[in-house]
C-alpha cells in the first residue's frame, strides 16, 4: 500500500466517524427539542391519570434516545481512535518497507561493484603472466 492510499482510507474513515457524530448530535437535538416541546404542549392541553403515563413514557425515551446517543458518540470515538492507531501503523509498516527496499538496493549496487572489482582484478592479473615460459 502505498502513502497516498495510507491518507486516503483515513481520511475517508476520519469523514464517516464526523457524520456518526453529527447524526448523533442531531439525534440529541431532536430528543432534547421536539420531543420535550411535544411532551409540554400536551401538557397544558391534557390532564389526568392517562397523560401522567404518557409523558413518564416520553420521557423516558427522551432519556434513553440521550443514552443511545452517548454510545454512539463514544463509538465513533473508538473508531477515530482505531482508524488513527492503523493509520500510524500503515506508515511506519511503508516506512520499514522503503526503508529495507532501500538497504537491498545499497547491498545489490555493493554486490555488483565488488563483482566488477574482482573481474577487474582477475583481468588485469592474467594480462600481466607471460604465456610460453621459453625464451626468445
Known sequence: MDRQTIEFNYQNTINLVRQLESVAEDIKNVSDQCVKNSLQILSLKWNGENYKK???????????MNKKTGSVVVIASTISEIARTIYEAELEALRIAEERAYQARLAEEAAKKKA?????????????KHSGGGRY
Open 54 to 64: 404518557f409523558f413518564s413514557k416520553g420521557d423516558l425515551l427522551c432519556s434513553k
Open 116 to 128: 566488477e572489482e574482482e573481474a577487474a582484478a582477475k583481468a588485469s592479473s592474467n594480462n600481466g
